[in-house]
């Protein structure tokens, strides 16, 4: 591949296009799970933008690979690579037409058959990291309420964490159960709030207030692996 | 929920004043009747006011050769007695918290009831919740109102405020020694910790809110120290290796599970320490839980707490430990109590488990240096999550 210059211009044409034909942008993964690729012609003055169906291609000169053209550029380069899709498919409609189109060609090494086309499973592993992060900073917050008298609102110095350590013994893999003390079937909601409410002499949270939210995502998160039981005792 | 459900609290102040407002208003024969159903119905449960001391026989004295406990030509000379611990109070100031005070009001009123009176009560340690001068004077007036004399042991809560200054001016030295009745009984600082706070510049009220909480990984491990591990070989140094030795020690002297604490880093320097006499007992605080193990010739008990009960850890759970029944949440005494100790004729000890608001249980120290092949305790109904 060129100094970056035809990565480039795979990913602005697909940016590009996917405002033409509501197709999500496709980023390239690297090592053998790499999705596959669309080969673009080699770019010889100007950047290369593609067309999502792999196949029509136009020549912007001048723009260095990498830069920014102006949006009065950008729409001009789509009219033109649309046109271009038009001349080649006389009397279609794209929409119809991109439905019917083969599989791209895979990329090399990939191993066995891939579902294309599916905007939901096409995360990269930068993805996953980024919404592990945003898991594990909301199991944080619940982690820090559960080890606070303060946060949680109690009134004589007790929190989560003294009758609780790592959240043991909170078991909430067994609710819904019926809870005998509450003469109903309570869920793990329910028995934080009654501890909020008697052991910590706080006042009870709504179920959507965030701390319960992240007091039950802390809790959770604590008993990965356990087999859900529910009305266990 | 808050209007539909009340507290423990709320129920039982409720119940108890519909019931002294009915005996204000009782003639001397309703009084009367009351009060023999009551005691009916206690000596029906085979309980003896307050139930939760139940009284055993002391002197096993001779019996019992095949678990190699009887008395040897020579160990004559121990006298049985007894001892009742409180511990692990966790008391903030009154005006904070009343809950702790009630606990630990109730476990003095247990041990004053108790007749005969023991010989001494051992406080184990953890007295105030974030060693403050207030918490540990309360925890002393409160303690001031024992019959027998106490022993006073330190725990972390104690003393990670001002690394043990007002414990000490309160109660004198943490480590000491004494005989009694033919054993030899030391008392432990095994809660010292090498230092993590300068390097994070923690203030002592930092310092002490990470050693008091068990589940953060900050803090290190406590120890009982070389400096304190020279004093009780010198300490010893005179004692015969039959006379029975009582460990009393706020961090249990193993290692049972160490991201909690639940262990002491030099706990194998100790125990090496004691493996010279024949009857050694350790009694620790610190695990709120019934505990037990038996390691070589060193049989340990853990202390109940009167503030709450911990979860068993999830590992390296003593295999001779049989775990006492979960607690019940909605109820603020269950799986705290308190316990006393009886040192036997033979020097060793029996102790029973004063689980409020259920039977005691009473391990037997054949149990342990059997290897639990007699006298094992009653399995518990409700095993931990």
Redesign the interface.
């Known amino acids: 591949m060129g100094p970056g210059r035809t990565w480039t211009a795979g990913v602005l044409g697909g940016v590009l296009a996917a405002a033409l034909i509501g197709s999500a942008p496709r980023l390239p993964r690297a090592g053998a799970d790499a999705l596959p690729a669309h080969p673009a012609p080699p770019a010889q003055d100007g950047l290369v933008v593609q067309l999502c169906d792999g196949a029509t291609s136009v020549t912007v000169p001048g723009v260095q690979a990498g830069r920014p053209m102006p949006p009065d550029q950008a729409v001009a380069v789509t009219r033109e690579l649309m046109a271009r899709w038009q001349r080649a498919h006389p009397g279609q409609r794209w929409e119809t037409a991109e439905a019917a189109a083969p599989a791209a060609t895979a990329a090399p090494g990939q191993r066995g058959a891939s579902q294309q086309g599916d905007t939901y499973a096409s995360f990269t592993e930068r993805d996953r990291r980024i919404w592990q992060a945003e898991t594990d900073a909301f199991v944080a917050e619940g982690n820090r309420i559960f080890h606070s008298a303060e946060l949680l609102g109690g009134t004589i110095g007790v929190s989560c964490d003294m009758c609780h350590p790592n959240a043991a013994n909170t078991h909430p893999e067994t609710y819904p159960k019926y809870q005998v003390q509450l003469h109903r079937v309570a869920l793990l909601r329910d028995m934080i709030n009654w501890c909020i409410e008697n052991p910590v002499k706080g006042r009870t949270l709504s179920s959507d207030d965030p701390k319960l939210r992240a007091l039950e995502a802390y809790i959770l998160a604590q008993r990965r692996g356990v087999p859900l039981a529910y009305g266990k005792h | 929920?808050?209007a539909r459900?009340k507290?423990?609290?709320t129920k039982y102040m409720e119940a108890r004043d519909t019931v002294l407002r009915a005996l204000r208003h009782c003639d001397r024969r309703t009084f009367l009747k009351l009060s023999t159903a009551t005691m009916g119905a206690v000596l029906a449960k085979g309980l003896v006011p307050p139930h939760s001391f139940q009284l055993v026989e002391v002197a096993h004295a001779g019996e019992n050769a095949q678990t190699g406990t009887a008395l040897a030509a020579g160990e004559i000379g121990h006298r049985p007695f007894t001892f009742a611990y409180i511990s692990d109070a966790h008391l903030?100031e009154r005006t904070?918290?009343?809950?702790f005070v009630r606990a630990i009001v109730k476990a003095v009123d247990d041990v004053n009831a108790l007749d005969p009176q023991p010989d001494f009560v051992l406080f184990g340690g953890d007295l105030a919740?974030l060693g403050r001068p207030g918490e540990l004077e309360l925890g002393r007036q409160i303690l001031s109102g024992l019959k027998a004399p106490v022993k006073m042991m330190v725990g972390e809560h104690d003393w990670y405020l001002d690394l043990g200054a007002k414990w000490q001016e309160l109660f004198g030295p943490p480590t000491y020694s004494f005989d009694w009745k033919g054993c030899h009984v030391v008392v432990l600082q095994s809660v010292y910790e090498k230092d993590f706070w300068t390097e994070r510049k923690l203030t002592p009220e930092q310092r002490m809110l990470t050693v008091a909480?068990?589940?953060?990984g900050v803090q290190s491990r406590f120890e009982v120290g070389e400096e304190q591990r020279e004093w009780l070989k010198r300490d010893l140094a005179h004692v015969p290796a039959t006379t029975p030795i009582l460990v009393f020690s706020h961090s249990p002297l193993y290692k049972y599970y160490r991201?909690?604490n639940f262990w002491t880093e030099d706990a194998d320097e100790v125990q090496a320490i004691l493996r010279p006499y024949r009857k050694v007992t350790v009694i620790h605080g610190h695990t709120h839980q019934m505990l037990f193990n038996q390691i070589g010739n060193i049989s340990f008990y853990g202390m109940l707490s009167t503030a709450?009960?911990?979860?068993y850890?999830?590992q390296g759970l003593p295999k001779l430990t049989v775990q006492m029944n979960?607690a019940?949440?909605?109820d603020?005494f269950d799986g705290c109590g308190d316990g006393r100790m009886t040192v036997r004729a033979d020097g060793l000890v029996d102790t029973i488990y004063s689980l409020w608001d259920r039977n005691p249980v009473t391990i037997r120290a054949d149990y342990l240096v059997s290897h639990g092949k007699v006298d094992r305790p009653p399995a518990p109904q409700?095993a931990?999550?």
């Not at chain 2, 904070?96 to 809950?99: C, G, P």
């Not at chain 2, 909480?213 to 953060?216: W, Y």
Request: glycine share 4%.
């Open positions: 929920m808050a459900h507290s423990v609290e903030y904070l918290n009343q809950r919740q909480g068990l589940d953060n991201p909690w709450w009960p911990w979860p850890a999830p979960r019940d949440p909605f603020q409700f931990s999550y």
